[in-house]
Nanobody, 115 residues
Framework: QVQLVESGGGLVQPGGSLRLSCTAS????????MGWYRQAPGKQRELVAT???????DYADSVNGRWTIAKDNAKNLLYLQMNSLKPEDTAVYYC?????????WGQGTQVTVSS
């Protein structure tokens, strides 16, 4: 059974930092393209950052330079280090793993940026 479980969300003030984690099980983690997506209230889900099986990173323009995606293949962990958070970053953040037509999502973790 495939599971992707996000953690690390919460309430943070503008300018603060959070680190999200995604623990994967049931997949050959190192072979998957992994990504973080987010969905704000009333908006469509959007890509935040991805990292390929080979470690190539890609970011949405809105987070490029502020956030870093990383992974630990030995621990089946995906991370998203979020710095300089803004109120517009408030959303539910989802972990995604995809490979060869297989596509898996986590249940999401809420990030709220507010003073």
């Amino acid at each position: 059974q495939v599971q992707l479980v996000e953690s690390g969300g919460g309430l943070v003030q503008p300018g603060g930092s959070l680190r999200l984690s995604c623990t994967a099980s049931g997949i050959d983690f190192g072979l998957y393209r992994m990504g973080w997506y987010r969905q704000a209230p009333g908006k469509q889900r959007e890509l935040v950052a991805t990292i390929s099986s080979g470690g190539v990173r890609d970011y949405a323009d809105s987070v490029n330079g502020r956030w870093t995606i990383a992974k630990d293949n030995a621990k089946n962990l995906l991370y998203l280090q979020m710095n300089s958070l803004k109120p517009e970053d408030t959303a539910v953040y989802y972990c995604r793993g995809s490979r060869a037509g297989r596509d898996y999502w986590g249940q999401g973790t809420q990030v709220t940026v507010s003073s």
